[in-house]
């Protein structure tokens, strides 16, 4: 079957379709206005690095509408289905006048849940209206969607750390119950001397992360209770690179029930020569979830608060190249009040405090409801 997708915006939807194997997709057509040429370009990228034939047609504009027609009528020849998904109003009316008239299946995908709407026909793929669309973005042709590449990742889904994350555990169980012991070893591990031992020591009242220091085997601590990290991964690790390998193994746990097709730590990325970085990307029936990881304390009075600005940096972040992410901030310290209704307001999913020791099934909330 030839796919004709339209593209007036950049969602996965206007290809996942042809990724399902069940509707038998062998090409697809992008169908665009002049000024989305290169976000249609971006995606033909996509599917011709997962093997799929795709070119990009240039339609004229829906103020011709007739004119248009005539121009989906020549492309809507043989095995073709229409997916309006990314559609204009003018470009789906047209497309669902056409498909009833020649009788061509033509379908949408529900943004949020991922599901699939026959419109029109369909029956004979075996497919209904409420099937899950088949779920095989990997981050990267996902970004790519977006025109952005990914330069680094630091630990994947499919290769994690098994001994970081077990140790990670034990520093998520420890933050629950003192978040300034955790806080305390972010900034020792980030201000180190020319020696790259800690410029301060480690206090002797710290009893739980000594001792747990001590046994880790990423450390050396000498005499007067200074730190040095055995190298950088190490460094990485207990600078606050733990909680995000402690949550890359939450999501872990949730795979084989939640339709998880790609997750990654340290994610990298590169959108018009513009680098960001993610703490946690996460792959969620064909949706991008973002988690933002904080281990340093706040600098409110009493070590209460998560900080305003790391809101509105995450809420920047999901939407950086026309991101449609979800956001969640993951922090040692509970939020205020009036951080908790920023974060509602802007859509940001919280995980602080002591929600920590309930991680995985507010991840699963979160990831299921989207």
Request: net charge neutral; hydrophobic share 45%.
């Amino acid at each position: 079957m030839h796919l004709l997708a339209f593209v007036n915006r950049v969602e996965s939807d206007i290809i996942t379709p042809a990724l399902d194997r069940r509707f038998g997709v062998s090409q697809v057509s992008l169908l665009c206005h002049r000024s989305e040429l290169g976000l249609a370009t971006d995606i033909a990228g996509v599917c011709r690095s997962l093997h799929l034939p795709a070119n990009v047609v240039t339609l004229v504009a829906d103020t011709q509408p007739l004119a248009l027609r005539q121009q989906l009528a020549a492309l809507a020849q043989g095995a073709v289905a229409f997916n309006i998904s990314a559609a204009s109003p003018v470009q789906a009316a047209l497309a669902y006048d056409l498909a009833r008239e020649r009788q061509l299946p033509l379908l949408s995908i529900a943004p949020h849940s991922d599901r699939l709407i026959w419109l029109l026909g369909g029956e004979h793929t075996g497919l209904r209206t409420g099937s899950d669309i088949a779920d095989g973005l990997t981050l990267a042709a996902y970004f790519a969607l977006y025109g952005s590449r990914i330069e680094h990742i630091h630990y994947r889904l499919a290769q994690r750390p098994q001994r970081l994350e077990a140790l990670a555990a034990g520093l998520a169980a420890l933050a629950v119950q003192r978040p300034a012991a955790l806080s305390l070893l972010n900034r020792l591990c980030n201000d180190l001397d020319a020696r790259q031992f800690s410029r301060h020591p480690l206090p002797h009242g710290e009893r739980a992360l000594r001792h747990w220091l001590a046994g880790c085997g990423l450390v050396d601590i000498d005499q007067a209770g200074h730190v040095r990290c055995h190298d950088a991964s190490a460094r990485f690790f207990l600078g606050g690179g733990w909680l995000e390998v402690w949550l890359l193994s939450q999501v872990a746990a949730l795979q084989p029930t939640l339709p998880i097709s790609d997750a990654a730590v340290g994610v990298k990325v590169v959108h018009d020569g513009v680098a960001n970085e993610y703490d946690v990307a996460i792959l969620c029936n064909n949706q991008l979830y973002l988690v933002e990881c904080k281990t340093t304390a706040p600098t409110a009075l009493h070590q209460r608060g998560i900080g305003l600005d790391n809101l509105f940096k995450l809420d920047s972040a999901a939407s950086l190249g026309g991101l449609h992410a979800r956001a969640m901030l993951a922090t040692l310290y509970p939020a205020t009040e009036s951080e908790a209704a920023r974060a509602q307001a802007q859509g940001i999913a919280l995980l602080s405090g002591p929600a920590l020791a309930h991680a995985q099934p507010v991840l699963r909330q979160w990831l299921h409801t989207g």
